[in-house]
Nanobody, 121 residues
């Protein structure tokens, strides 16, 4: 069982930055792919970014060059640095993990409770 706890959300003006953190329980964190998804009001949950156990990264096209996902295996934590935020980035951001590739909501075996990110224009 993996428990994920997100933090770092909040209200920010367009063009600003936020860093989300996700702390994971368990002793096998380094074996898991980790990812971030988001869900805007009235929309389906969508993939944002993922990082593989060996550090490979993949991003939603609309966040490339603005968001960076990273992981610290010693701290069992994954981060999402979000720069140049836009109003379209508003939503609840969820941390997810799975032993396999993590590109769609259906591929995630574990979820955090989510953290709200609101970007004001």
């Amino acid at each position: 069982q993996v428990r994920l706890v997100e933090s770092g959300g909040g209200l920010v003006q367009a063009g600003g930055s936020l860093r989300l953190s996700c702390a994971a329980s368990g002793r096998t964190f380094s074996r898991y792919a980790m990812g971030w998804f988001r869900q805007a009001p009235g929309k389906e949950r969508e993939f944002v970014a993922t990082i593989s156990p060996n550090g490979g990264q993949y991003y939603l096209d609309s966040v490339k060059g603005r968001f960076t996902i990273s992981r610290d295996n010693a701290k069992n934590t994954v981060y999402l640095q979000m720069n140049s935020l836009k109003s379209d980035d508003t939503g609840v951001y969820y941390c997810a993990s799975d032993l396999n590739s993590l590109r769609t909501p259906k591929s995630a075996g574990y979820w955090g409770q989510g953290t709200q990110v609101t970007v004001s224009s």
